[in-house]
């Protein structure tokens, strides 16, 4: 693996976005589940900011990516105005360094550091379950509200798939999946039917973050949201996109270190405690519970099969990828969302 010095990129990264302010120290902070790189930047005099570096995907779609958070997080109104972390600004834009050198291109975003509530319990209870509906329902209003003034997203949920189709074509794809391709073809092409059937041009789009692991967000005493950080999952889409990690941090099995992405989180008892909190706030619609099932299609084909070996170590990537074609995707053709949609009144 080759050696990269993050330090000295954030250095220079720094020295473009404010050289008249040196950098004293900068700690490792980094989650290290991904290529994705967090470090705590002290500077001279005091202060801290937080630097996050990439250098997978496109520099296209992590530049757009933060100019787009960096909206909502300005233009969301109480009591979510500091929910998110806000992006340091030059010049007007959102400030993104890009470092190229020797084949290798990484790119830096610095925040503010953003405050930290309570966590919720690793397993939680009904009280608890039915809180994290309503508020989520509410922040989930609040999102939505700020929709009409964001800047348009290049990244949709059919062009990642259509993406992942191409690399199927390229030599890499090949070898990579060379015993799954068509398994994949399948899977990918039965989510751009189903997505087209269900929710294109019916349901509409609003920022979402996806990735709502219990260690990504904090609360009040009162389990109002707080807090929310780590935007690697962030796009543009449909609400349900992120149903499917609150049924895991509602599930009876509470968060845990070793870890499968299995459907039936979805299907708990618990999980409808979530959902009926919400739907009483924000009420769901027939065509986005019937959706569900593709949008943890969506997830598994994007970020455990296309992008796993980034957003995981490689031994647990692997891991992952082989329960995908023994277990996640069978598993969607046997699941039902009548009892969802009984549950909810739809």
């Not at 005099?45 to 933060?66: C, P, Q, R, T, W």
């Not at 329960?323 to 009984?342: C, G, M, R």
Request: hydrophobic content about 40%; proline content about 3%.
């Amino acid at each position: 693996m080759r050696f990269v010095d993050y330090p000295s990129i954030i250095r220079s990264a720094w020295n473009d976005f404010d050289s008249t302010r040196p950098i004293e120290l900068i700690e490792d902070i980094s989650a290290r589940v991904s290529t994705n790189h967090v470090f705590r930047v002290t500077l001279e005099g005091g202060g801290n900011v937080i630097a996050k570096l990439s250098y997978f995907g496109k520099f296209e779609h992590f530049k757009e990516d933060h100019r787009l958070i960096h909206t909502l997080a300005n233009n969301l109104l109480y009591p979510f105005e500091n929910v998110l972390a806000k992006s340091l600004v030059k010049s007007n834009q959102v400030f993104v360094y890009r470092f190229q050198e020797e084949g290798l291109d990484v790119w830096v975003v610095f925040y503010n550091p953003i405050r930290v509530a309570e966590k919720m319990p690793r397993r939680l209870e009904e009280h608890h379950i039915r809180t994290l509906g309503s508020q989520i329902a509410k922040f989930h209003k609040a999102c939505a509200s700020v929709s009409t003034v964001m800047p348009k997203s290049s990244k949709t949920l059919r062009s990642d798939v259509q993406d992942l189709l191409s690399m199927l074509n390229t030599e890499t794809g090949r070898y990579e999946h060379r015993m799954h391709i068509e398994t994949l073809r399948r899977q990918c092409n039965l989510f751009l039917k189903h997505r087209k059937e269900m929710v294109a041009n019916a349901v509409e789009t609003m920022p979402v973050f996806l990735d709502w692991n219990i260690g990504n967000f904090s609360v009040t005493d009162k389990l109002e949201l707080f807090s929310r950080w780590d935007y690697d999952w962030f796009r543009i889409s449909y609400r349900v996109m992120d149903f499917y990690f609150f049924s895991r941090v509602c599930s009876d099995a509470g968060d845990r270190t070793v870890f499968s992405y299995l459907i039936e989180p979805l299907a708990e008892e618990r999980f409808g405690w979530f959902l009926e909190e919400y739907h009483k706030v924000y009420p769901l619609t027939e065509r986005e519970v019937r959706f569900l099932p593709e949008a943890y299609r969506f997830f598994i084909l994007n970020y455990v099969i296309k992008y796993g070996r980034y957003f995981f170590h490689r031994t647990y990537a692997t891991k992952l990828q082989r329960e995908a074609y023994e277990t996640y995707f069978p598993s969607i053709d046997t699941f039902s969302v009548d009892p969802i949609l009984k549950r909810l009144g739809l």
